[in-house]
T-cell receptor, first 114, second 115 residues
C-alpha cells in the first residue's frame, strides 16, 4: 500500500521557471492538502481540496496554483518560480469520515530556486 | 483564527527518562482536534497521537500520552522511557472539523535523546 506519494523528490529551478509537483494517494481520501515547510516556521498550508474538482486557498497561496481533476491526484504548480519558494513541500490526504481526521503525509519534495 | 504555540525550540532528555513537550493553542471553536506529529531527520511526517476537544480522557498510544488541559488550552505530549530513536522534531497541530479539516501547525520542538 503506497499511501501518499510525491513526484519529484528533489528539484532545482532557476528564477522564472515553472514546474508542477504531483501528489497521488491510494486511500480513496476526499481531502488533500499542500504544505510548505521552512526552517523555524513549521508547516504552512498552501492550498487544499475537499473533493474532485474543488480547490481552496490556505494560509500562503500566493505564487501557487493547484488542480484536482481526479480524486487520487492533487497537483501543485509554480508558474514563475522565485527564490522565496525554496522550501520543502509536503502533500497530505485525509478522510472526512470518523471523529479523527488524521492527515497522511507524503515523503516531501525539496525544491531549490536559484 | 487558530494558533498553535510551541515555546521550546529544543529539548534534551536522558535515555529512559520521560519528557514533556509543551503545546498551547488558541481557538474560539468548541469542536477541534489536536495532533502530534514526529519528523525524524529523514524528513517524513509520522502521526503519533490525537485528542478530540470533547474527549473526556487523555489520549495514550504506547509510550506517548497527551496531557490535555482544556481550560488552559494546552495539549502537552509526554514521552515515557525515551529512546535514542525518539530524537526528532515534534510538531503540535490543530484541526477544526468542517471546511476540509485543515491543520494549523506549531513551529516544532527539536528533541535530542542522550545516553
Amino acid at each position: 500500500n503506497a499511501g501518499v506519494t510525491q513526484t519529484p523528490k528533489f528539484r532545482v529551478l532557476k528564477t522564472g521557471q515553472s514546474m508542477t509537483l504531483l501528489c497521488a494517494q491510494d486511500m480513496n481520501h476526499e481531502y488533500m492538502y499542500w504544505y510548505r515547510q521552512d526552517p523555524g516556521m513549521g508547516l504552512r498550508l498552501i492550498h487544499y481540496s475537499v473533493g474532485e474538482g474543488t480547490t481552496a486557498k490556505g494560509e500562503v497561496p500566493d505564487g501557487y496554483n493547484v488542480s484536482r481533476l481526479k480524486k487520487q491526484n492533487f497537483l501543485l504548480g509554480l508558474e514563475s518560480a522565485a527564490p522565496s519558494q525554496t522550501s520543502v513541500y509536503f502533500c497530505a490526504s485525509s478522510s472526512k469520515r470518523g471523529p479523527m481526521y488524521e492527515q497522511y503525509f507524503g515523503p516531501g519534495t525539496r525544491l531549490t530556486v536559484t | 483564527a487558530q494558533k498553535i504555540t510551541q515555546t521550546q525550540p529544543g529539548m534534551f532528555v536522558q535515555e529512559k527518562e520521560a519528557v514533556t513537550l509543551d503545546c498551547t493553542y488558541d481557538t474560539s471553536d468548541p469542536s477541534y482536534g489536536l495532533f502530534w506529529y514526529k519528523q525524524p531527520s529523514s524528513g517524513e511526517m509520522i502521526f503519533l497521537i490525537y485528542q478530540g476537544s470533547y474527549d473526556q480522557q487523555n489520549a495514550t498510544e504506547g509510550r506517548y500520552s497527551l496531557n490535555f488541559q482544556k481550560a488552559r488550552k494546552s495539549a502537552n505530549l509526554v514521552i515515557s522511557a525515551s529512546q535514542l530513536g525518539d530524537s526528532a522534531m515534534y510538531f503540535c497541530a490543530m484541526s477544526q472539523p468542517g471546511g476540509g479539516n485543515k491543520l494549523t501547525f506549531g513551529t516544532g520542538t527539536q528533541l535530542k535523546v542522550e545516553l
